[in-house]
Structures are given as C-alpha cells and as structure tokens.
C-alpha cells in the first residue's frame, strides 16, 4: 500500500528551503530545532533521497530537493485553498497573506484596504509588494496580484474589480503656457513626462463626439516609476497621462488641471489576478471582495463628482 503523504512533513521542508537553515525555520514554524531535523529526515527516508546538504554553516538543496519544494509548493497552496474554500463558513482567514499591486495604486486604494482587512481578520497577516514591474505569481509564490490597465495573456486566472479613466493633467503653470485651443492634434508637439511602466503604449488614442485622434506622444523626460514621472508633471516639466485614481486629490486641491479635457482615452480594467488553482482560499477571497467593495464605492464617487 501506498505511504500517505505527510503534509505536515512538506512544510517543514519548505520552510527550511524558504528560510535557508532549521534554525529559522523552526522559529518561523514555532518548533523546536530538532523537530524539524527529525521530520526531514523522516521525509528524507520515505521518499530515499536526500533532499538537504547540512554542513555546520548552512544548509544547501540537492538537485532533488529543488525539484521536490517546487512540487512541494504547488501541492501545500492547493491544499490551503481546498481547505480554505471548505471551511469557510467555519474558519475565519488565518496566515499570511502574499499580494502584490502597482505603486501609487497601492499606496492609494490597496494600503487603506489592508488596515480594514486586518481589522476584520486580525489572525490574517500581509506581506504586501507595491511595485509598478509585473510579478510572476507562481515563481513568487504570490497569493493575489492587483493589475491595473490592461491584462496580458496568461495562465493566470482573473476577476475584474472596476475601471480606470486615463487623464491627461499639468500643473497650473504649465497648463497656461499652452494655446488657448490645444488638442490632441499638437500632442506630438508639446513636452511630457513619460512613464516606463506603460510598456508596449507606442500611440494614445484620443476621442471626443464620435472623433478620434491618433497621436503619439513625446517626453523629454523618461521615469522608471508612476509616483516618480507624477512628481516631474507637479513641478511643471510637462504633461502627463494618469489613471484617475492618481491624480484625483491634486486636480481637486488645484496642483494639478485636466488638460484636453473634453477629450477622452480608452479606459482599462482594475483586476484581481490569482495563480492557477481548482480552489481559492478564504484569505484571499475576503480581501478580493473588501477591495471589490472600495471600488464601487470610488466609481459611484466618480460618477456624482
């Protein structure tokens, strides 16, 4: 008969590889150090491998042991979120709690969202990556990833949480320096603050009364980062196109004015991005629906300013 595997076992194993010694892991997992010696080993004699090196120094997987935590993974995040999608009416979220977002969308939506999460779960704990770069969600071994804009084609499973409108914005001073009749027609022609994040966006679409212009556009100053090329636009180096979400509290305190404002860009999607899974965990779905309810009550703001 076949040995029935021994859960437990494998995530010892996986904090170990996580944390580089038993020591740690131990600390992490709140067990003594030869406990987790002992169910490695354990682990070790069931499957006839070695799995870890141990030296006095340090602790090193074989080719076997890597290999082994990568299915290891994949097989502890299935069975947390099989028990997490069972026990929900039961259990309330417990653990941590992986998720990544943009930069400004998180430090503006997803950062007051956590503070009532952790209010409502207070056994949940979140280890949150803001961060305009794209994560890889397995390699990473990230629970949620917010995307804003546009979804790339993935395996990665996906839930749509509201929209976003695309602003063109200056400061005031810049604004004033521009013709009394700018459009998108003279896009081209004038100074902007780029955004490396919107990779892949050669040209903007421009629309107004069933009109469109195409244009592209022409920074003189090129930013790794949202919050960076915001900066730039606030102290007057040029125009900028942000979400609205970004810029909504400087137009309305007046650091920032709406430029081709009768005009409008194709809107995109917020969306919760989730690893491939049959199951998703409590933990994950009530923050998914708490940040699900923040966007509807920022659109229905939206929608009555």
């Known amino acids: 008969m076949a040995k029935l595997l021994n859960l437990n076992r494998l995530a010892y194993f996986t904090t170990v590889m996580e944390t580089g010694s038993f020591t740690a892991a131990a600390d992490r997992l709140g067990v003594a150090k030869a406990v987790v010696s002992h169910q490695i080993g354990k682990l070790e004699e069931e499957l006839g491998a070695t799995l870890l090196q ?3 120094r340090r602790v090193t997987p074989t080719e076997e042991g890597r290999l082994f935590y990568d299915r290891a993974m994949i097989i502890l ?3 947390e979120a099989a028990y997490g999608e069972i026990s929900q009416g039961a259990v ?3 653990g941590m709690l992986r998720l990544t977002a943009p930069l400004d969308y998180g430090t503006k939506i997803v950062a007051p969202v956590m503070a009532a999460y952790l209010k409502a779960y207070p056994h949940m704990r979140v280890e949150a990556i803001f961060d305009d770069a794209v994560s890889n969600l397995v390699d990473e071994q990230i629970d949620l990833g917010i ?6 084609d993935s395996s990665n499973q996906a839930r749509r949480l509201g929209t976003i ?4 914005v200056a400061s005031p001073a810049f604004a004033a320096s521009l013709p009394p009749d700018v459009s998108p027609r003279q896009a081209r022609s004038l100074a902007w603050v780029g955004n490396a994040q919107l990779r892949g966006i050669g040209q903007w679409l421009f629309s107004r009364d069933g009109e469109t212009v195409l244009t592209e556009l022409n920074p003189i100053i090129m930013c790794d980062k949202s919050p960076a ?6 102290v007057g180096i040029g125009l900028g196109v942000f979400p609205d979400y970004s810029v909504s509290d400087d137009i309305a305190e007046g650091r920032l004015v709406p430029v081709f404002a009768d005009w409008s860009l194709p809107t995109g999607g917020i969306h919760a991005v989730f690893p491939p899974a049959r199951f998703r965990p409590a933990k994950v779905r009530a923050f998914v629906d708490l940040l699900a309810a923040a966007e509807k009550n920022r659109s229905r703001g ?3 300013a």
Do not use: I, K, Y
């Open 54 to 56: 141990r030296t006095t």
């Open 92 to 94: 309330e979220p417990s």
């Open 302 to 304: 939206r929608n009555t």
């Open 77 to 79: 995040r299935e069975a």
């Open 165 to 168: 409108r695309q602003t063109v």
């Open 147 to 152: 995307r804003v804009g546009w979804l790339a």
């Open 229 to 234: 090329a915001l900066a730039c636009v606030l």
